[in-house]
């Protein structure tokens, strides 16, 4: 988790959002690639492989935005009790 205190948020952001909507003018990727997911149709390696470059940014976007507000109220808590 520390690794993931240390990267910034703007680059998180900018990687997430890049590779979310990729490729640009059409579906992105990450939607056809989670629609195939739900139909039970994400088999052949390349996919699964793409699902994984498209999604990590914005689940690791999501876990350190997360983190954040569990910190904060985390530390809201500690000074409340002293």
């Known amino acids: 988790m520390k690794l993931i205190d240390r ?3 703007w680059i998180l952001l900018l990687l997430a ?6 490729p ?3 579906q992105p990727h990450l939607v056809e690639k ?3 997911l739900a139909d039970g149709a994400l088999e052949r390696p390349v996919d699964i492989f793409d699902l994984f470059l ?3 940014f914005p689940v690791l976007f999501a876990v350190k935005v997360a983190r954040m507000v569990f910190l904060k109220a985390h ?3 500690k000074e409340n009790s002293e």
């Open 7 to 9: 990267i910034p948020m």
């Open 54 to 56: 498209h999604g990590i």
């Open 34 to 36: 989670l629609l195939m």
């Open 17 to 22: 959002v890049g590779l979310g909507i990729a």
């Open 24 to 26: 640009p003018g059409s």
């Open 75 to 77: 530390s809201g808590r």
